[in-house]
């Protein structure tokens, strides 16, 4: 998807050791699925923009912390992480 709407390098960056580029707003929209940001505003009581503003500063960071050895992991471990990560939020 971010190759399609041109973003193509912006997640490699999160992905790679070093700088991390941000995204902006605007493009968190036009990159999630609509239903998926819709979710996210329905379960938070945000506004769309103060969501994707929200998500433009985090992604980044998340990216960058499932992949701790600048590599996509395994879908298996990849889910493993996920599922840790919510579980972290929810204490």
């Avoid at 506004?47 to 990216?63: E, H, R, Y």
Wanted: proline share 7%; hydrophobic share 40%.
């Amino acid at each position: 998807m971010f190759q399609h709407k041109g973003l193509r390098g912006l997640p490699s960056s999160w992905i790679a050791h070093g700088q991390h580029r941000p995204i902006p707003g605007e493009a968190v929209k036009s990159v999630l699925h609509c239903d998926a940001l819709q979710s996210i505003v329905a379960k938070t009581g945000l506004d769309t923009g103060q969501v994707a503003a929200a998500l433009s500063q985090m992604l980044p960071s998340v990216v960058d912390k499932l992949t701790p050895n600048g590599e996509v992991p395994e879908a298996g471990a990849l889910s493993r992480m996920m599922k840790g990560l919510a579980a972290g939020q929810a204490s």
